[in-house]
């Protein structure tokens, strides 16, 4: 059963004519609203702003509002339809503001910058010295035990630290299909290094 | 938390993990049960996990609670 106010904007979504037009111009202006106070939260922590990110906010809500007339006949009804509806505008804001952040910036996806790893997870360098054997083994876990697709999103995202966002694109994939390829390298490396000993890692 | 136990909880993954699609599905329903009942990670654990491990699924959700609070 839905709300009153959700059952509303399904019915004028999918209703044709002046109705429809009308409800998709509601659509966007809250969609716009949404993208504008989610690039904002996320403003604090970026260098875009002003026209950059109104523009962003833009194309955000445009491209969300495609999305959402695209999946309406998906939506079941589970929560609100303008929380459903946010999702799309949030998920295109991360998107778009992540890669804008990252435009210009180094994407090297082949580069492996091993000395990067330490710092990655913090070691200091007297810990990076004491767990050099450890060090060692993952990467050698990951030079002969991943695929080299595995090992291109890991060298990306783990050393390079790209965000999986800006990978994604890179790879013309998108952020669901790197996640697995990084969550198999993830289980890949760990059971390559139980193997060789580190029971600690089990 | 020390650097050796964040590499340890970096690699260590977790099957009921639903990965970032199934998480998108189910996020406004999730975001509406917390806020309205606080025990969305109880209903639905395996999207709690992964918003443990995703860091971009984990920052949509806070700007999914940030929008309808």
Known sequence: MLDPETAAWVSDLKASGPRREEALERLHTVLLQAARREARRRAIDSPVSGVELNDIVQQAADDAMVAIVAKL????????????AYKFAVLEVASKLTRHAWRGGPVILDSEAWLQLPDRFGFTPEEAFEQRELLASIQEAVQTALTPRQRRVFVAIVLNAVPLDVVAAELASNRNALYKTLFDARRKVRTFLVAKGYTEFE | MSALSKLKRFLKTDPEDPGCAETFALIDVYVERELARG??????????????????????YRGMISLLS
């Open chain 1, 73 to 84: 006949d998906q939506f079941r009804g589970e929560s609100r339809f303008t929380t459903w």
């Open chain 2, 39 to 60: 025990d969305a990670a109880d209903r639905y654990p395996g999207i709690a996990k992964h918003l443990a491990t995703c860091g971009p699924c984990a920052e949509d």
